[in-house]
């Protein structure tokens, strides 16, 4: 991995508005953690003392009901912010955060964060776009949770993360099949069927070991076109 410094930042979409001196004084102000695999960033519920920056690394977030099930809202690739919202309502993480591969985090103090809002105009009215635009994505993915089959959710997860990874055919998949049927909101045996018929289908390839040290599988996409009309609401295959 490339030597961190206050480059890194740059490719954070919430700091994309920031000048130079800003980055740097906001690199020097914050501070660095690791977490490895399964480690928690943060618990629902506690103080958000911190903004989270996601340089490296996948994390989901999760929360889990009274009866013990865990929902996972999704994950996020670093480079990234992680849980804005928390420090902006004050009512603690929305969610707990879990590391699913490496992470890099540098842990921004919210006093700095909120000064970065009140002093600079370009900075909020872009923070609050990156919120209307995720509570917009979220209220959608809800939508699909509760009308779409699985097989419609899983395929148009697939087509997104290809879109957002824009690298070869292949998603990652970390977590494996568990994180990923908390995501979409069903069982790890609805998934794996799910999974099954499109392979049968030759929509997608066989589910590889990932070869970058982490363990990760991946998922390789063989014709997105005809995944694309699985994922569209009126697809035929069930649950």
Not at 26 to 34: E, F, V
Request: charged share 20%.
């Amino acid at each position: 991995m490339p030597t961190p410094d206050w480059r890194r930042l740059q490719d954070v979409p919430l700091f994309a508005a920031l000048p130079e001196p800003d980055l740097r004084h906001l690199w020097d102000t914050s501070a660095p953690r690791r977490y490895g695999p399964g480690e928690t960033l943060r618990h629902q519920g506690a103080p958000a003392d911190h903004l989270l920056v996601l340089l490296d690394g996948t994390a989901s977030a999760s929360v889990t009901t009274a009866a013990g099930r865990v929902l996972r809202f999704g994950t996020w690739s670093g480079p990234c912010a992680v849980d804005k919202v928390a420090l902006l309502d004050r009512a603690g993480h929305t969610a707990t955060f879990t590391a699913l591969t490496p992470c890099a985090v540098r842990a921004v103090p919210r006093a700095r964060f909120t000064t970065l809002l009140d002093d600079s105009t370009a900075v909020r009215a872009h923070v609050l776009r990156l919120l209307a635009a995720q509570a917009r994505a979220q209220q959608e993915r809800l939508t699909d949770t509760a009308t779409l089959p699985c097989e419609a959710r899983l395929a148009s997860w697939l087509l997104d993360e290809l879109s957002r990874h824009g690298t070869g055919s292949r998603v990652p998949l970390p977590g494996g099949q568990r994180a990923l049927a908390d995501l979409l909101g069903v069982t790890r045996v609805t998934v794996n069927r799910a999974l099954s018929r499109l392979r049968r289908d030759g929509l997608i390839g066989p589910t590889e070991s990932g070869g970058n040290g982490t363990g990760d599988s991946r998922i390789q996409v063989l014709a997105p076109e005809l995944l694309a009309l699985r994922a569209a609401p009126d697809a035929g295959p069930g649950r």
